[in-house]
């Protein structure tokens, strides 16, 4: 097989992480790495295809232009992922792009509607997967060579807590102080462990994450280490303020952070109604997708010890001593949304209260406590 020209040794040595550790990619498995125009992820899916190449599976590499959250796979692509190889590999410098097919003739899977053909594939256990929207050469050196068991073990312990929580109660000292209901939803984990069809997340990897019941959020909301925006992610100076009435953000208050997170939510509410009467979104898919515009889609918390807030959401949501909020679309897929907007909030307490009256303290001033 011939090979790229990649002699970058601390590159290889986290592509052979994710290959032989992450994925545990076997002879004859069929790869497929969907990639950018960019220096940092093409150099990033090199050093992936050639350690794919070196276990003796068969990759296949896909350059299509840069997504961000509101644009559309190439139809080429969509092409490709619909041959449900047993390995996708997606390394964007933003997104890879929504499925326009998919939107418009949704796919049923349990009773559920799933608007896009990788996760369809992921639900029916035809592939596994990891995918790191906006990653750099320099994060991905950084964050994925880390000890995956204990990161494994930390997950499970969250998990399990968050399993059988009615809810939690999360405060912050910058002025969060925010309930939401957990009834009937069980915890995801992203440990890095995407060895078994129908396993994936991020690399870098390293959070437990959790899809609050719908409309139960009530409380105030500060983001105050980073926010995932329409263009990118924002470090954030002066903290975004955000009330939660219903399960749904009604107001957001700040600075210039705010302003901007402002204008991402009303664009993914605003190209819902587009799309609509452009006829690529049928009306009522329409107005769900602008009504989750300011869902709460995700509650999730950190555990890799490598990742830091840097400005990049795939790495700020995996860093120690925090947690994060999504708005928008939630992992269920019972809240769907164009957006799904991470905001990172630092130092969090978090309680967990259970249906026998009793609680429990899952972190403390950003500390894990439980377990």
Not at 39 to 68: F, H, W
Not at 75 to 88: F, Y
Not at 182 to 202: K, M, Q, Y
Not at 345 to 361: C, H, Q, R, W, Y
Request: hydrophobic share 40%.
């Amino acid at each position: 097989m011939a090979l790229f020209n990649v002699h970058d040794e601390a590159l290889l040595t986290a592509a052979r992480t994710a290959v032989r550790e992450s994925l545990k990619i076997k002879k004859d498995e069929t790869v497929l790495i969907i990639t950018n125009p960019n220096a940092d992820v093409a150099a990033i899916s090199q050093a992936l295809y050639n350690e794919c190449g070196a276990v003796g599976a068969r990759p296949v590499m896909t350059v299509q232009p840069e997504k961000t959250s509101l644009d559309f796979t190439e139809p080429s692509v969509l092409g490709a992922i619909k041959t449900a190889p047993d390995v996708l590999i997606s390394v964007s410098s933003e997104k890879m792009g929504k499925d326009f097919e998919a939107i418009r003739h949704p796919y049923e899977f349990e009773g559920k509607k799933i608007d896009n053909t990788f996760h369809y594939l992921m639900k029916q256990k035809k592939t596994r997967s990891f995918w790191s929207p906006g990653v750099t050469k320099d994060l991905f050196v950084k964050t994925v060579p880390v000890d995956y068991a204990e990161m494994k073990e930390r997950c499970r312990i969250l998990k399990s807590f968050l399993d059988r929580a009615e809810g939690v109660r999360i405060r912050t000292a910058a002025g969060t102080d925010l309930t939401m209901g957990l009834r009937n939803r069980i915890a995801f984990t992203d440990d890095g462990d995407f060895s078994v069809p129908g396993e994936g997340g991020n690399l870098p990897a390293g959070e437990a994450f959790i899809s609050p019941e719908l409309g139960t959020g009530e409380g105030i909301l500060v983001f105050d280490g980073s926010i995932a925006v329409r263009n990118g992610t924002v470090k954030i100076d002066t903290p975004i303020r955000c009330t939660v009435r219903g399960g749904f953000v009604t107001a957001i208050e700040g600075g210039e952070e705010a302003e901007i997170l402002r204008q991402t939510i009303e664009a993914g509410e605003s190209d819902s109604a587009r799309m609509a009467a452009e006829g690529t979104l049928p009306p009522e898919t329409a107005a769900e997708y602008r009504k989750n515009a300011r869902n709460l889609g995700e509650l999730g918390i950190g555990v890799n010890p490598a990742a830091f807030i840097s400005g990049n959401m795939l790495i700020d949501e995996k860093a120690f001593e925090t947690c994060h909020i999504a708005i928008g679309s939630n992992y269920d897929e019972d809240a769907r949304a164009l957006i799904h907007l991470d905001g990172v909030m630092l130092k969090p307490t978090i309680t967990a209260f259970f249906a026998d009256g009793s609680e429990t303290v899952l972190l403390e001033n950003g500390r894990i406590v439980c377990g």
